[in-house]
């Protein structure tokens, strides 16, 4: 039923995955072109692309919002350090507590409870807090977010540590391998492919959380951009907003997906 | 019953590097009403395409394949497939999964429940009929996939390496219980197999494949429910002689002059 | 079952333990957000003193006169204030996540019957699932004001391009020898979807249930925040404004007893629909909705 023929699915992307896009692309066009949906609403692609090149590296209408001289640039690397650096900080600490509740029962019995409701809940709910605590700087952001990314990336190194074969485990241990060894180049090697798909889907979520947790009140940023555009009723310039950031998301997505498939070259590949 | 005739049939398909494979080529065979004929080959002689295309789960790049004359068009329950792997529904309690065809087929609830209970008695599991496959053993899942089959009362009867990957003992009841329904329902059925002894045990005739072309085809004329004595006449190992030396394996065979 | 018991005993241990942190804190750590509002209210104040000041968001009704109106601040007006609020910020919830569902699946489903659609979508779902929904918040806004139906399509909006995206892949993953399987038996196209795709595709898909169910508390939670006029989102936005933390604090904890309450309820339901699986397959992921 899924056959896909094997010439295509050679080439990195699908030509009829592009027309898709297309098609994509051509519906909102159209959409923006029927007069009950004023011009105003949805902006056609044109004005945005154009709205995204005027205002990227610099821009002094977006600077009469406080939003600085960098234009959509400038906010955009707001954002994506805050991005990164949560994540940067949540891998070390999810993997380093998702090892050691892999390892240590009784350290799981009390991050387990802890660890799978902050995974379950809403964590947005969180965000005024922050906003109290922390007031509208960078902190509360980056609060949430690591929030966020810790209990996706726990889990995940949690489960690959448990489920990894612990034949690998003795066979480094027989050829003569210290505890250091055995955790640097049998679990956190062996427990790469999971933990990068923890990273990947904690990535995914984050962007849409860091630019609503800026909606909410921060110095800068995209999702600045986009509440100060929404209450100028500027939608062309919200959508510009909207989707350079999703560019971005893609773009690390990609990226990170691409690292993955380096990284963790030795694994053997289901062909689809 | 059902004949089955194949008239040049041939399956082509591309390689990633672009080369074009020939996995079936230029095959005609006529298996006559109620015959049972075993296919045999070295994996990857084609014999599973051929039977794919028997099945009428894809369509031959070449030739034509008709049942009583007529060229089949798609997967029918006339042609009941029996797969290698575990293809029995895994979130369909038992009579559900045996009952599935008929219900395909439009047939009535009570009627089709009767008609399934009836085969898996016949199959040995007359008291699972209620149970999810996953309670079920490897033996038993195959039992149920010979139950499903022989419940839509298939004229032509295709079975793909069916018993490959169960154990002696059970592959050995399996063939007793396959030779036992086959007597009484009398299918026409292929059966694509790569082992020499189960081919001897349960064949009419044994079609040998080769890097997708038929290279033998014999009838086996044993006296039927067959023994370990019958097996054993010099008959039956002169053809099995052969057929080792088909599979190349040639240094199993004392006398390596006989033509092949 | 043993084990479970053992595991729910802790799960509770851990809970006592966090709520005793918290009773910790607030004694040792006095501070005001305001005059009069400690930044960590202890529990003797939050069931109280926190409590009876919901009653400010009752409009009034049901013989219990609201604040605004000059009534007194009353246990019943509270919890009045808090059902009503609940009921709002719910049925944005349910309206939402079930257009959502029902649309992302039936799209879905409808793209996978050839597989030319499902290449031609495969890219731009691809490119979908990364991209930041919670940041499109203020178009809804735009185009529908802060009312009902905007808040109901933002959820469902959402929802469903998670739900779409999760049923074509599940369609995708869904085993060949199996619909082999009841085509030999002579199944039609519909019969295979039916008896065939819709189960064997609902392990995978719960996946994608659970992501929906906490992207919909996400996004409801989400668009309160932004300018409702009620609902729980909206009181702790409110509250955050005037430093109300106790409020907050207190209107958190019913949203997360609600979001929990939704997972209990589904895990509940999945269990008789995957009677049949193999346990090890049984338990699926819920994680990832922010």
Known sequence: MARTSLSVARLPVDPLGIIGLLALVALWWGLSQFHFLSRLALPPPAGVAAAITQNFFSSSYLANYHLGYGGLAGNLAYTISNVVVALAVSCVVGVALGFASARVELFRAFADPIMLTAGTIPILVTAPFFLIWFGTSRSAQIALLILFDVTIVYLFAQRAAANLDPTYVAAGRTLGAGPMRIVSDVYLKGALPEVFGGIRIALAGAWGLEAFSELLGAPKGVGRVIQAMAAEMDSQMVFAAIMTLAAVAVAFDVAIGGAFDFITRWRRRARL | ?260 | MKRTTAHRLTSFGVLVVLAALWQLASILMPYESVPGEPMIPGWQILVTRTFLSLADYWQGGLGVPSVAQGGPRTYAGAALAVLSNSWDTSLRLFTGLTLGVAVGLVAGLAVSWSKWSRRIVALPAQIIRTFPMLALIPMFQLWFGATFLGMALFVAFAVGVIFFTGTVNAVGNVSDIHVDYARTQGASRIQIYRSVILPAMFPELRSSILLSLGTAWTAVIAAEFLGAQTGLGQIIVFAQYFGYVGRMFLVALFLLFYAAITYALFERASRRLTEWMPRELATPDRYGAP
């Open chain 2, 1 to 260: 019953m059902a004949e089955v005739e194949l008239r040049n049939v041939g399956q082509f398909f591309r390689r990633s590097g672009g080369a074009l494979v020939e996995a079936v080529a230029d095959v005609s065979l006529v298996i006559r009403s109620h015959e049972f004929v075993c296919l045999i080959g070295p994996s990857g002689c084609g014999k599973t395409t051929l039977l794919q295309l028997v099945a009428g789960l894809t369509p031959a790049s070449q030739g034509q394949i008709s049942v009583d004359g007529a060229a089949i068009a798609g997967p029918s329950p006339e042609r009941g497939l029996v797969f290698q792997r575990d293809s029995v529904f895994p979130w369909m309690r038992t009579i559900d999964n045996v009952s599935y065809g008929l219900k395909c087929r439009g047939v009535e609830k009570t009627k089709r429940i009767e008609i399934a209970r009836q085969y898996l008695r016949q199959v040995g599991l007359g008291d699972v009929e209620r149970s999810w496959p996953r309670e079920l053993s490897g033996g038993m899942l195959k039992r149920v996939a010979v139950a499903t089959v022989f419940a839509n009362s298939p004229r032509v009867l295709l079975m793909d390496e069916p018993f490959a990957a169960l154990d002696y003992v059970t592959k050995l009841q399996l063939h007793q219980l396959l030779l036992t329904l086959w007597e009484q329902h009398r299918p026409t059925v292929l059966f694509v197999t790569h082992d020499v002894d189960e081919a001897m045990l349960l064949a009419d005739r044994i079609v040998v494949m080769k890097e997708g072309r038929v290279v033998d085809d014999r009838k086996i004329t044993l006296a039927r429910r067959r023994t370990v004595e019958s097996l054993a006449l010099p008959e039956a190992v002169a053809h099995k002689e052969v057929l080792l030396r088909h599979l190349g394996l040639g240094e199993l065979v004392q006398d390596r002059t006989a033509p092949l």
